[in-house]
């Protein structure tokens, strides 16, 4: 060292640290890349994209070089700064204390703060070049690396403390791809946007919450006088028409609409070829996740379903457009049976039908009522109440006043729902 000059001393200051913002900023970069973009590179070949995937399988001996890379660089910064101090100044303490605290400042900001500032903010383009000199490095550095690793696992696993060394293979949750397609609002449109959050959502959505009760199915009675049979079929609205026997609850199939005209060229209409063109019903168990029955009527080629529960019991109706409604909202054309579900007041109010699905209300007039469990409003209000309200009974369910205006065989028929009103600031005295 005494054969080199001040200049050349200063020379490999700045160069050790310049290596020591390198790792620095290696390691920032190497933990923020995003590994959604990461994947993508991969998929389109970039070498770059591989090697730092390759260095993430093994972030134990990743973090140990750059750790160790770095500690050597600083302790070398100190040598070659303490070796500056002496030849300017001597055996002088305060220089030495003075040296050494600059040292550490200039380490701190131009070594730490500042590339990692820089390689938080623009991780890939840090990583990806970085990649290349990292990889020889790791390799020069592994039996020292491996040693200290080694030390580490047996210290964690005798906190018993589990470790995921492998960063290149994370599993995206369900609330994290959320977040994805939230955080794209500047590059989606929100119609789309929203009908994406509705397709993740349909994992957790299971065909209960959608189906058309069974109080609500219009359904044919092949038991019934031929003047009520045509009446009927004339005036469906409907494409696909369960049939059912004795009661409500025992279907017999499925008629297609368009079998009808055939069947009806007779002066009278002929039952026995009315059962011959029933369509086998499709029957659909309770708590069937709504992203599977749209691939089962996808695979069975089916439109319909019937919801049953363990015991056989029939539940409700399910569509492909109450599913495909679930995603991109409403499409198809509704039946007069099943709209007035809801009529706003002059006051602000909403009157609702008590069979008025949950879901329906919070995604048309914008609510926030629970749905874990009760999926109607009529079952909100009983769960609520946990008894059989009366005409004017008035309650408050998830911060919305709500009024029984209308009872009818143990079953809320009609009630009034208000608007929360926004709190206002009380005066302070």
Not at 34 to 55: E, P, T
Not at 119 to 140: G, N, Q, V
Not at 178 to 190: S, W
Not at 354 to 379: F, V
Request: net charge negative.
């Amino acid at each position: 060292m005494d054969d080199l000059s001040l200049s050349t001393l200063f020379g490999i200051l700045l160069i050790l640290l310049l290596c020591s913002a390198f790792f620095s900023g290696s390691e920032t970069s190497m933990m923020a890349i995003n590994r959604y973009r990461l994947n993508s590179l991969i998929r389109k070949g970039n070498r770059s994209a591989k090697l730092v995937n390759k260095l993430l399988s093994k972030v134990d001996k990743l973090l140990g070089s750059i750790l160790l890379g770095n500690t050597l660089i600083n302790v070398g910064a100190a040598a070659v700064t303490n070796i500056i101090i002496l030849r300017l100044f001597g055996q002088d303490d305060l220089a030495i204390l003075l040296g050494t605290l600059i040292l550490t400042f200039a380490l701190v900001v131009f070594s730490e703060i500042m590339p990692k500032i820089i390689a938080a903010s623009y991780p890939e383009r840090i990583a990806l070049p970085a990649s290349y000199l990292l990889t020889p490095i790791i390799t020069l550095f592994q039996p020292v690396v491996a040693v200290a690793g080694g030390m580490v696992k047996i210290l964690l696993w005798m906190m018993r403390i589990k470790i995921e060394t492998d960063q290149s293979k994370q599993k995206m949750t369900l609330e994290e791809l959320r977040g994805l397609v939230l955080d794209a609002e500047h590059f989606l449109p929100r119609k789309h946007q929203k009908m994406l959050l509705n397709l993740v959502d349909l994992e957790r959505i299971t065909v209960n919450d959608v189906m058309v009760t069974r109080s609500q199915i219009e359904a044919l009675d092949i038991q019934a006088k031929q003047d009520a049979l045509l009446q009927q079929l004339i005036t469906c609205h409907h494409t696909l028409l369960p049939v059912y026997a004795d009661t409500p609850s025992n279907i017999i199939g499925i008629l297609h609409i368009k079998r009808v005209p055939a069947l009806m060229q007779e002066a009278v209409l002929d039952i026995t070829q009315l059962r011959e063109a029933l369509i086998e019903p499709y029957f659909i168990p309770s708590g069937t996740p709504l992203l599977q029955q749209l691939q089962q009527f996808q695979e069975r080629h089916s439109r319909l379903g019937l919801v049953v529960d363990e015991y056989g019991e029939l539940l409700g109706l399910v569509t492909l457009e109450n599913i495909l409604e679930e995603i991109v909202g409403e499409f198809t054309t509704q039946s007069p049976a099943q709209t007035g579900k809801f009529m706003r007041q002059d006051d602000g109010s909403v009157l609702l039908e008590g069979s008025s699905s949950l879901r329906e209300l919070n995604r048309k007039l914008g609510l926030h009522l629970p749905l874990e469990s009760a999926k109607t409003l009529n079952g909100l209000i009983l769960e609520h109440l946990e008894d059989i309200p009366e005409t004017g009974t008035s309650l408050k369910i998830a911060g919305y006043p709500i009024e029984i205006i209308q009872t009818q065989d143990r079953i809320v028929k009609v009630a009034r729902l208000f608007p929360i009103q926004p709190q206002k600031p009380s005066n302070e005295q």
